[in-house]
């Protein structure tokens, strides 16, 4: 039922009715109000039914007033804190004492003091994490983050060989810082630096070194990230072993050098970077070359390119000169003068068959003009036979061709004469001659 306010008296001694108050603090209006005593019962019977909760941050404050103490939580990824109350004899029951930075779970209890409207948080137990207690996380997270391929070796970045410019990422005028510098530019003194100073121990670490990773990886200036601290316990060293910061610098962009700590120091963020270096001292080894050794190396290779020149040319002049020295080359006459004889040999040798053809087709040619000669009417002319031939200049072969008063044309072997037949009497024994008188009487 609602609240009424009591009575009062009125300006004339009457009694003013009590108001009824609204139920919900979404029914109060400026006209209807609550009381704020009633707004402080509701707000402690709330708070009051609210249960206890364990948490886990760092101790970054502690003071001791009398029988409480007063701390502020902070949480180890993010910057947020927590004013805590803790009654002394609670205090006392955590065996070893806590320090500012001390890494703790605690019970706490909401309590809403109505008198003065503060809201406190209340620990009713407090434990410092211990040690094996870390360790078996650290153990936990590396093996979850290994299963998601973090630690792939596939997935990590190669250096550049001379980084345009450098990120470093450190604590203030820290040693990690000037070793870092220092080896840098003892190894190459033109180097440059994007250096970043951050908190690296401590609550505001590991937002410390996201926010300037984030930076410097969307800088195209810088070729390369370094994160270094020097040593320290595994307490001091437990923000390079955090999850986020883990898993920014994974999905970096630009290659990353872990360089925390010393060399029995390995916190998760070596795993994952690009490059683990086991000092700062030995990540400025990493990511320079050394100049005077880089000089070293260009004389060697100049020395071994020149050493490489110089064989070939000896071995190219020693092929030239043997090349000179055969007799083709050393005398090119002797190439001509071969030729020169046997082309020589095969003109005489065409010479003298063609010779012997022409001497053997003369004596053929004399040959057949003996012959010839020998058939020849002339040869028969000069024998003393003449050739008669008649006006018509037909030869004569038979006395029955020509009748007496013919006149004929005589060729001689040395002349030729005319004559006139004055007998013709035809050879006996001729086709053409008579048949003989007893022939005749016989027929």
């Given at each position: 039922?609602?609240?009424?306010?009591?009575?009062?008296?009125?300006?004339?001694?009457?009694?003013?009715?009590?108001k009824?108050?609204?139920?919900?603090a979404?029914?109060?209006?400026?006209?209807?109000?609550?009381?704020?005593s009633?707004?402080?019962?509701?707000?402690?019977?709330?708070?009051?039914?609210?249960?206890?909760?364990?948490?886990?941050g760092?101790?970054?404050?502690?003071?001791?007033r009398?029988?409480?103490?007063?701390?502020?939580?902070?949480?180890?990824?993010?910057?947020?804190?927590?004013?805590?109350?803790?009654?002394?004899?609670?205090?006392?029951?955590?065996?070893?004492?806590?320090?500012?930075?001390?890494?703790?779970?605690?019970?706490?209890?909401?309590?809403?003091?109505?008198?003065?409207g503060?809201?406190?948080?209340?620990?009713?137990?407090?434990?410092?994490?211990?040690?094996?207690?870390?360790?078996?996380?650290?153990?936990?997270?590396?093996?979850?983050?290994?299963?998601?391929?973090?630690f792939?070796?596939?997935?990590?970045?190669?250096?550049?060989?001379?980084?345009?410019?450098?990120?470093?990422?450190?604590?203030?005028?820290s040693?990690?810082?000037?070793?870092?510098?220092?080896?840098?530019?003892?190894?190459?003194?033109?180097?440059?630096?994007?250096?970043?100073?951050?908190?690296?121990?401590?609550?505001?670490?590991?937002?410390?070194?996201m926010?300037?990773l984030?930076?410097?990886?969307?800088?195209?200036?810088?070729?390369?990230?370094?994160?270094?601290?020097?040593?320290?316990?595994?307490?001091?060293?437990?923000?390079?072993?955090?999850?986020?910061?883990?898993?920014?610098?994974?999905?970096?962009?630009?290659?990353?050098?872990?360089?925390?700590?010393?060399?029995?120091d390995?916190?998760?963020?070596?795993?994952?970077?690009?490059?683990?270096?086991?000092?700062?001292?030995?990540?400025?080894?990493?990511?320079?070359?050394?100049?005077?050794?880089?000089?070293?190396?260009?004389?060697?290779?100049?020395?071994?390119?020149?050493?490489?020149?110089?064989?070939?040319?000896?071995?190219?002049?020693?092929?030239?000169?043997?090349?000179?020295?055969?007799?083709?080359?050393?005398?090119?006459?002797?190439?001509?003068?071969?030729?020169?004889?046997?082309?020589?040999?095969?003109?005489?040798?065409?010479?003298?068959?063609?010779?012997?053809?022409?001497?053997?087709?003369?004596?053929?040619?004399?040959?057949?003009?003996?012959?010839?000669?020998?058939?020849?009417?002339?040869?028969?002319?000069?024998?003393?036979?003449?050739?008669?031939?008649?006006?018509?200049?037909?030869?004569?072969?038979?006395?029955?061709?020509?009748?007496?008063?013919?006149?004929?044309?005589?060729?001689?072997?040395?002349?030729?004469?005319?004559?006139?037949?004055?007998?013709?009497?035809?050879?006996?024994?001729?086709?053409?001659?008579?048949?003989d008188s007893?022939?005749?009487a016989?027929?």
């Amino acid at each position: 039922m609602a609240q009424r306010i009591s009575g009062t008296p009125g300006t004339l001694g009457e009694t003013v009715e009590p108001k009824e108050l609204a139920a919900t603090a979404a029914e109060t209006t400026a006209e209807n109000p609550w009381p704020l005593s009633l707004l402080s019962s509701k707000m402690k019977s709330y708070i009051d039914r609210m249960s206890s909760v364990w948490i886990e941050g760092q101790v970054v404050e502690l003071n001791h007033r009398g029988k409480a103490s007063y701390l502020t939580l902070r949480d180890t990824d993010v910057e947020m804190s927590l004013p805590v109350q803790i009654w002394k004899n609670v205090l006392d029951r955590t065996g070893a004492p806590l320090t500012e930075g001390s890494h703790v779970v605690a019970n706490l209890k909401a309590d809403f003091w109505t008198k003065t409207g503060r809201l406190t948080m209340r620990a009713n137990d407090i434990r410092a994490v211990g040690l094996g207690e870390l360790l078996a996380r650290l153990e936990r997270l590396k093996k979850q983050l290994a299963a998601e391929g973090l630690f792939d070796p596939a997935r990590k970045l190669r250096l550049p060989f001379l980084p345009n410019r450098i990120g470093l990422i450190t604590g203030r005028d820290s040693d990690a810082q000037k070793d870092v510098v220092r080896n840098v530019h003892l190894r190459w003194p033109a180097a440059e630096f994007e250096i970043r100073n951050c908190a690296v121990q401590g609550p505001d670490a590991v937002p410390g070194v996201m926010k300037n990773l984030a930076e410097l990886d969307e800088d195209p200036e810088i070729d390369v990230i370094v994160i270094a601290r020097g040593g320290g316990s595994m307490e001091d060293l437990l923000p390079f072993s955090n999850e986020a910061l883990v898993r920014a610098v994974s999905a970096a962009r630009t290659p990353v050098v872990s360089a925390i700590g010393h060399e029995a120091d390995r916190p998760i963020l070596d795993e994952v970077a690009d490059m683990r270096a086991s000092t700062p001292t030995d990540a400025a080894k990493r990511i320079v070359p050394d100049v005077a050794e880089e000089g070293m190396n260009l004389l060697r290779a100049r020395a071994e390119l020149e050493a490489a020149v110089h064989r070939i040319l000896d071995r190219e002049q020693e092929m030239l000169t043997a090349v000179r020295s055969r007799p083709v080359l050393a005398e090119p006459q002797t190439l001509i003068t071969a030729h020169e004889n046997e082309l020589a040999m095969v003109r005489r040798r065409s010479l003298q068959a063609t010779t012997g053809l022409v001497n053997q087709a003369q004596n053929e040619i004399h040959h057949l003009r003996s012959q010839a000669r020998s058939l020849s009417p002339l040869r028969t002319l000069e024998r003393g036979y003449a050739v008669v031939q008649t006006d018509a200049g037909q030869a004569v072969r038979s006395a029955a061709e020509i009748e007496t008063g013919d006149t004929v044309h005589v060729r001689v072997a040395d002349g030729r004469f005319d004559a006139a037949v004055t007998e013709v009497a035809p050879d006996a024994d001729s086709p053409d001659a008579a048949p003989d008188s007893d022939d005749g009487a016989e027929g």
